[in-house]
């Protein structure tokens, strides 16, 4: 928490000190602007964007923060389906790959593959597969999965892969079958892979229910959202940054569900270290 605060003050610090210092133009180098432009209407003031969030959408509507809070619990609440679909599937795939070195052979590559499709491709064709079949909430779901179950599978497949040859033979002359090991020494063992990658999965799947609320124009989310506000950005150039505060926001609550997760686990796991010791 207190890295997070720290993090937060410096990105601030960034920001204003390159917009005090910065060309209102951008810089630019043999024709191309390798720095953004430090003018108003493309760098609001921090303190303006949190103005802003307290003003009325609309005359009479709303205030702002109230909008951005709940489109961000709507995507939050798919990021949640996507997220835990896409962690199963990684998981399963990964014991899959560690039971059968064939199965890993064959499979990994694809998985690798698989993430370097396009989402912006990857959504019309999904939400034509699903049609009136499920709502449009399940495609952005499904496309929230379809990031997060990479880390999963490659950080769960390390770490079950982990264990010393010692330790996995010691389990044999326990007579200890593969289910067996793998609960009692694969499974925790991989918990320090685990977690990190669940952190990964956490944020890809932010970054797909975003990007697929976006692509399939669902409404109520905080992507939609974005593309709204995106269209005052020459009137209102705050209130853009204000949906895309809440879209950060969304990613450092999932990352903090999951720490949470991580926390009874790996205490767990130390204490069953120190009695084995």
């Known amino acids: 928490m207190f890295s997070a605060v720290v993090g937060l003050v410096v990105l601030v610090a960034l920001w204003e000190g390159y917009k005090a210092v910065g060309n209102p133009d951008g810089t630019v180098l043999l024709g191309v602007r390798v720095l953004p432009r430090a003018d108003d209407l493309s760098m609001p003031h921090v303190w303006d964007m949190l103005q802003r969030l307290g003003r009325p959408e609309l005359t009479g509507g709303r205030p702002v923060w ?3 809070l ?3 619990l709507f995507t939050l609440g798919i990021t949640a389906v996507g997220f835990v679909a896409g962690a199963v599937i990684g998981l399963l795939l990964a014991v899959a790959m560690q039971r059968f070195r064939i199965v890993e052979r064959g499979l990994l590559p694809y998985v690798i593959l698989s993430q370097t499709v396009p989402l912006v491709a990857l959504a019309p064709l999904i939400a034509g597969w699903g049609g009136t079949i499920w709502p449009e909430w399940m495609t952005v779901a499904l496309i929230a999965a379809y990031l997060a179950f990479f880390p999963v ?3 769960m497949l390390r770490g079950l ?3 010393q040859a010692a330790g996995v033979e010691l389990m044999r002359s326990y007579a200890a079958g593969w289910w067996r090991t793998l609960l009692k020494l694969r499974f925790p063992a991989s918990l320090p892979y ?3 990658a669940l952190r990964l999965a956490g944020a890809a799947a932010v970054v797909g229910a975003v990007v697929g609320e976006i692509s399939t124009g669902t409404r109520g989310g905080i992507g939609r959202l974005i593309i709204e506000y995106s269209r005052e950005a ?5 209130k853009v940054y ?3 505060l809440g879209a950060a926001l969304l990613g450092l609550v999932v990352a903090a569900l999951v720490s949470l997760l991580e926390l009874p686990l790996m205490r767990h796991r130390r204490r069953v270290s120190v009695v084995t010791m």
Not at 234 to 238: E, G, R, V
Request: proline content about 13%; aromatic content about 4%; glycine content about 4%.
């Open 66 to 68: 109230q909008v951005v």
């Open 70 to 72: 709940s489109a961000s």
């Open 153 to 155: 599978a490659v950080g």
């Open 161 to 163: 892969q982990s264990p």
């Open 194 to 196: 685990l977690f990190p």
């Open 234 to 238: 020459t009137s209102d150039p705050a």
């Open 242 to 244: 204000t949906a895309m």
